[in-house]
């Protein structure tokens, strides 16, 4: 198939983990507008979850859907702040074999265009985990927004030229 030639749309079974000590199934914005947007984009919600603030709660949620062959992207929302109780990007960072830095510096710059200085408050981090890209973003359904629209749906789109990772998802657990 030549470069310009039409690809078909490959939907990603995708997890989404909400980091709250308050969220609840009712009261999740963040969560619900990442699998809104997921699914309307045409991927698959394999399964969401609401744990508190607790590093091995989060790490135990995020392992085990890296464990799980069939989950390609998990989501995180929360706890990507600087307060003591935000540990998000502690406890999951630990289980990348590669960080995506681009992720959190294209994530600042475009929060920086929305909300100004106060972006320098996220610790958004993106990397691979036993084959999985795992992304932590921060807590608020703008944040959410900004990161699915601008930056996640378009890499989780094998049509997305010249590149996207989704065309490297075969690859990512060569050694």
Request: charged share 25%; proline share 5%; hydrophobic share 40%.
């Amino acid at each position: 198939m030549s470069s310009s030639e039409p690809r078909e749309f490959i939907p990603l079974e995708i997890a989404v983990l909400v980091v709250s000590d308050s969220r609840t199934e009712k009261t999740d914005k963040s969560g619900m507008l990442l699998v809104e947007r997921l699914e309307a984009a045409g991927h698959r919600l394999h399964e969401k979850r609401i744990v508190p603030d607790d590093l091995y709660q989060i790490r135990a949620a995020v392992s085990r859907w890296c464990a799980d062959g069939g989950v390609k992207v998990v989501l995180t929302t929360g706890g990507t702040g600087v307060t003591g109780r935000d540990g998000t990007p502690e406890a999951v960072a630990i289980l990348f074999e590669k960080e995506i830095e681009g992720f959190g510096e294209i994530f600042r710059m475009l929060s920086f265009q929305e909300i100004g200085a106060s972006s320098l408050q996220s610790r958004a981090v993106a990397g691979v985990a036993n084959g999985t890209y795992v992304f932590c973003l921060p807590g608020s359904a703008g944040a959410c927004a900004t990161a699915w629209d601008r930056i996640i749906a378009p890499q989780l789109d094998n049509r997305t030229r010249p590149c996207n990772l989704v065309e490297l998802m075969p690859r990512l657990k060569e050694r």
